[in-house]
């Protein structure tokens, strides 16, 4: 059976509240889930763990959280930013995530900006929906 | 020589299950200061003890390949002291195991006194997204955490 976007917001939301030890207000749909949740990179893979469980959906190691793969590659990082063909493959691979922002100025070091928790709601979305 | 804080396995299901036990003494001296007077097992120390319990689960589940190191207290909630004289049990399951980690849930229990909950997640550390080079040895599962499992698993298993 097809989820609605708010019984999606609640799990994700619950699995944040669980995998950060953060508050249930602490979470928005714009909030980041490194600058404002305080999630470390082990904190990825607890998500990716439990929203499997939630979901009962099973999800490819770097499908959500994909951008590591593009960090180390020359071709796709220049000067601390992304390159176009970096920003094309990151589009690719995060078609549920809203690239308009960043794409103004791609720095790698807002990267982790990206990962919002509307981002994971779409993405989960995508996946029961 | 390598702080182990627990004696030995009760039960062992690879992949799934284990559960392992610890008898506690006033031959341990660090007892003696924590209090004195009023000896406790430190609360941390029993992370320790279940990360060793649910550490070695997880190492077995890929033969003990993977260099598996503690990497997230996921939840630690305590109940009740846990004293000189007590024999306490770490009962812990995998609740989900990848390539680069795995989490597990456990229990610590005293006779059928729930005594805490642990949640722990382990990183698997050759698998690391940072792609940081490690030594080649497998430095975390020193054949003295082997000998635990004498009795659980056949000796060939264990250099697989």
Same mark, same amino acid.
């Given at each position: ?5 708010e019984?999606?917001?609640e799990?994700v939301q619950?699995?944040?509240?669980d995998a950060?030890?953060?508050d249930?207000?602490e979470i928005s ?12 990179s082990?904190?990825f893979?607890d998500?990716v763990f ?6 009962n959906?099973k999800?490819?190691?770097e499908?959500?959280f994909p951008?590591?793969a593009l960090?180390g590659?020359?071709d796709y ?6 390159t176009?063909?970096g920003m094309a493959?990151?589009r690719?691979k995060m078609?549920h995530t809203?690239l ?7 720095d790698?070091?807002?990267?982790g900006?990206l ?8 993405y989960?979305?995508?996946k029961?929906g | 020589?390598r702080?182990i804080?627990?004696d =030995?396995?009760?039960e ?7 559960v392992?036990? =610890?008898n ?8 003696h200061d ?6 406790i097992m430190?609360?941390?120390?029993i992370i320790e003890a279940m990360?060793q ?5 997880v190492?077995? %589940?890929k033969?003990? =390949?993977?260099k598996?190191v503690?990497a &997230?207290?996921?939840? %630690? ?7 000189p004289g /007590?024999q ?6 995998i !609740?989900?195991i %990848? ?9 610590v229990?005293c006779?059928?006194k729930?005594v805490a !909950?642990?949640d722990?997640?382990?990183s698997?550390i ?5 792609g940081k080079q490690?030594? &080649?040895?497998n430095?975390v599962?020193? /054949?003295?955490?082997m000998?635990l499992?004498?009795?659980?698993i056949?000796?060939?298993? &264990?250099?697989?």
């Open positions: 059976m097809a989820m609605s976007r019984d999606v917001y799990k619950e699995v944040l509240v950060l030890g953060v249930e207000e749909e714009k909030a980041t889930l490194m600058g404002d949740l305080g999630a470390e082990i904190d893979l998500i439990r929203l499997e469980k939630a979901f959906i999800i490819p190691r499908e959500l951008a590591e960090m590659n020359a990082v220049k000067d601390g930013k992304l176009a063909s493959l990151l690719e078609p809203d308009s922002q960043f794409e103004k100025d791609p790698i070091n807002k990267i900006d990962f919002t928790v509307a981002s994971i709601v779409n989960v979305q995508g029961v | 020589m702080w804080w627990i =030995k396995f009760l062992f299901k690879s992949r799934e299950s284990a392992s036990l =610890k506690v003494t006033l031959a341990e001296e660090h007892l924590h209090f004195p007077g009023f000896p430190p609360e941390c120390l990360a319990t649910a550490g070695i689960l190492g077995e %589940a033969g003990f =390949k993977e598996v503690l &997230k207290i996921s939840k %630690a909630v305590f109940f009740h002291f846990v004293r /007590d306490i049990r770490f009962h812990t399951k !609740e989900s %990848a390539n680069e980690a795995a989490s597990t849930t456990g229990k229990m006779g059928e729930l !909950e642990i722990l997640m382990f698997h050759d698998q690391n997204l940072g490690f030594p &080649k040895e430095f599962f020193t /054949d003295m955490f000998s499992l004498q009795g659980f056949k000796p060939a298993e &264990k250099s697989v």
